[in-house]
């Protein structure tokens, strides 16, 4: 028999899961800040820099959906509070390192503890708060992500300022110390104990996943150079991987990715879609410092506060998003929130080089409400006619496929602005040529959301092939305009 907690107050549960969810965006912002400070003290490239980021990313998206899973088997309020010391442990080892290798270690560490604040969250608030108010209680982690991200770059260019890098992971692990003091006394203790089994994690899953996605990340950002395989070795483990992957999937009792789902038109698509949109999203964390502290030359608070713009304009455009997608249906949001996004990157590929600091500005201003245009749109599409009894599994692929997004930004987009720079090391290079390969980058960019509309206007109709519910006749599907 299951015990079902009673519904809470917003008022006396979410700032606790807000501050979780806080915490876990912060691990990716105030990174992207650091980069151009990480080249400099460690004398590291812009290839070994952005492993910062990658080891958080690749860390959390291979691990996201087994966090999740785990929250079922032992208890979400257990998960929660381990991933929070995980996170904690992880920012202190990185303030601690002394070289860029251990560095990389302490942030692949805390991506472990941001997969379980990432995912829990929406869970817990599923358990324990009422029906009539969960789309509120939804609506107040999405905010909270968004202004983790907008504080992350804005803390950490002030740490910067005022002592070095080392003092913004000192800051994380304080806050992940203090986001536990609330999770502790006001989330409801869990009840019952699952043994933990391989057979229910996916284990082979996991690890075939994580090889994969480690294989394809090192190979598109130019790591095979100083690593034992070459490019051609890495793209063969990443594809051999890969293969391996789909079948232990094909036949795993609980899988890490369902197969199944990703056969369905409409989720594939919106998979599809949200890696793409992904991608550009994280171009303008990872390319846009360096445009920014090499070319025009802005010191690191400023370049902080400057960062900080994209994510707080996202932060209050998120709502506002939803309601436009109630309001006139996910697909027209969603191919407006494309066409914006082509025309921001477009602005952001050009304008800065013309008006400065101030073009920087005014081109987020344009592309940051086109992301959550289409986010809201996606993810509303995708969950419309889904069945309740995968929805939670269909949420968790929303999550990984965004992920994957960020991290294929974090590397391939990286590794086209170093190669249209001609060098590692931008530090090194002309202003006026640090700014050429910035605008080449998000003309890049420009092109793949281009295309991925191009892809949501040819799927004006798609057949489902849904997976079926408990009710459903086997072969049963479903037709649905987007």
């Known amino acids: ?210 090889i994969s996605l480690a294989g394809y990340a090192m190979a598109a950002s130019g790591q095979a150079a100083t690593a034992a395989l070459t490019p051609l070795g890495l793209a063969a483990v990443t594809l051999t991987a890969l293969v391996l992957f789909v079948r232990v999937e094909a036949r795993a009792p609980a899988p890490l990715v369902p197969l199944a789902l990703l056969r369905d038109g409409r989720t594939g698509l919106g998979v599809a879609m949200n890696v793409a949109v992904g991608t550009v999203m994280m171009a303008t964390l990872v390319v846009g410092p360096f445009f920014l502290a090499f070319s025009l030359r802005l010191p690191d608070a400023g370049l902080g506060l400057v960062l900080a713009v994209g994510p707080m304009v996202s932060g209050l455009t998120g709502i506002p998003a939803g309601w436009l997608t109630d309001r006139f249906g996910a697909r027209r949001v969603m191919l407006a929130g494309l066409a914006q996004t082509v025309v921001g990157l477009l602005c952001l590929a050009v304008v800065p080089r013309h008006f400065g600091v101030t073009g920087y500005i005014l081109a987020l201003i344009v592309l940051t409400p086109a992301f959550q245009l289409f986010l809201a749109a996606n993810n509303t599409a995708v969950l419309s006619d889904t069945p309740r009894d995968i ?68 799927a004006r109709t798609t057949h489902r092939h849904a997976v079926p519910g408990p009710g459903d006749a086997p072969g049963k599907s479903h037709t649905t305009c987007t």
């Open 1 to 210: 028999m299951t015990n079902t907690p009673a519904p809470r107050p917003l008022l006396s549960l979410m700032p606790t899961l807000a501050l979780a969810t806080v915490t876990a965006s912060l691990g990716v912002g105030i990174a992207t800040v650091l980069l151009p400070a990480l080249t400099r003290d460690f004398g590291a490239s812009v290839s070994q820099a952005q492993w910062v980021m990658l080891g958080y990313l690749l860390s959390l998206t291979t691990s996201i959906v087994t966090a999740g899973r785990l929250g079922d088997l032992v208890g979400r309020r257990r998960v929660l509070i381990a991933g929070l010391a995980v996170f904690a442990g992880g920012s202190i080892l990185c303030a601690m390192a002394p070289d860029m290798a251990l560095l990389i270690a302490g942030r692949a560490l805390q991506g472990l503890g941001g997969a379980a604040l990432m995912a829990m969250p929406m869970a817990l608030a599923r358990d324990l708060v009422a029906d009539s108010r969960l789309g509120t209680a939804l609506g107040v982690l999405g905010t909270s992500s968004a202004v983790g991200t907008a504080l992350g770059p804005s803390l950490g260019g002030l740490l910067l300022a005022w002592a070095d890098w080392r003092a913004a992971f000192w800051g994380l692990a304080g806050i992940g110390v203090l986001a536990a003091v609330p999770a502790l006394c006001c989330i409801p203790r869990d009840v019952g104990r699952t043994r933990l089994t391989p057979r229910a994690l996916d284990l082979p899953g996991n690890g075939l996943l994580a």
């Open 391 to 458: 929805r939670g599994r269909v949420s968790g692929l929303l999550g990984l496929s965004r992920n994957l997004g960020l991290m294929t930004g974090a590397s391939v987009m990286a590794a086209l602005f170093a190669a249209i720079l001609g060098t590692g090391d931008p530090s090194g290079a002309a202003p006026d040529r640090v700014a050429q390969a910035f605008s080449l980058t998000f003309m890049a960019a420009a092109c793949l959301a281009l295309f991925t509309l191009g892809l949501a206007l040819l």
